[in-house]
């Protein structure tokens, strides 16, 4: 019973790194913080990473590199991509958004021995960001140019690419399907699909799927093979 005064913020963000458990939780003194679990003794909390109550509310916790990497507040306001090796203290890696407030790192994925995620560096809103592990994080691409945000999402590896959505504009403000090689800049998957609101991608026997809105079907089922335009699986609430 790790919280025996109230049932607020518990368990949450399990992620399994070395052979242990851990997830952000609170135990009613310390806030909302990092433990870990052995699966033999109790769980212990790793750090009081906000110290005092304020509590640091690690959220995406991802195994990479050998290392846990989460987002965590390391005051009331700011919060920042940290990594831990399960041995030695906690190290914050970046803040991303210095001098500025709050950089929202959220969503993070591993693809081709990078860290992926999401994060506003006060300068250009929601974009893409990678770290390799060694050096700073840096801005993949601004998708929606200056500080807007483009926010990508519902990162899916599919035929050894980052497929996601993002917004590209403000104007028609809805998410379109993009693709990464992890080398060149990420680019639109195909063509003439501004405004089609895709979500919800999905690997199944070989191709890509997900739920997209046009002017023509409505919001239905699509498939996409990585080469040619997604085709309509099919029309299954029919007309627009």
Request: glycine content about 8%; some cysteine; charged content about 20%.
């Amino acid at each position: 019973d790790i919280n025996p005064y109230n049932n607020n913020y518990g368990p949450r963000n399990l992620c399994v790194f070395n052979e242990r458990l851990y997830f952000s939780a609170d135990n009613g003194i310390y806030g909302e913080e990092l433990w870990g679990f052995d699966g033999a003794g109790e769980p212990v909390m790793v750090k009081d990473i906000c110290a005092g109550s304020c509590g640091s509310r690690p959220l995406y916790l991802t195994a990479f590199n050998n290392k846990l990497y989460f987002m965590a507040q390391y005051n009331a306001l700011k919060h920042a991509l940290w990594e831990y090796d399960g041995i030695s203290d906690l190290k914050l890696v970046s803040d991303i958004a210095i001098g500025h407030s709050g950089s929202s790192l959220s969503d993070f994925a591993v693809f081709k021995n990078k860290l992926i995620f999401i994060a506003d560096d006060g300068w250009h809103g929601l974009e893409l960001w990678e770290y390799n592990g060694s050096t700073n994080p840096i801005l993949v691409k601004d998708i929606n140019p200056g500080t807007y945000s483009s926010y990508p999402s519902e990162f899916t590896v599919f035929e050894n690419k980052l497929y996601f959505t993002a917004n590209k504009d403000t104007i028609e403000n809805a998410p379109t399907l993009w693709e990464y090689d992890g080398i060149n800049e990420p680019a639109m998957a195909f063509p003439g699909w501004e405004g089609t609101e895709i979500s919800d991608l999905c690997v199944f026997n070989n191709k890509l799927y997900f739920s997209a809105s046009d002017k023509t079907y409505g919001n239905e089922l699509w498939e996409y093979d990585g080469t040619v335009d997604p085709v309509l699986v099919k029309d299954i609430y029919p007309g627009y």
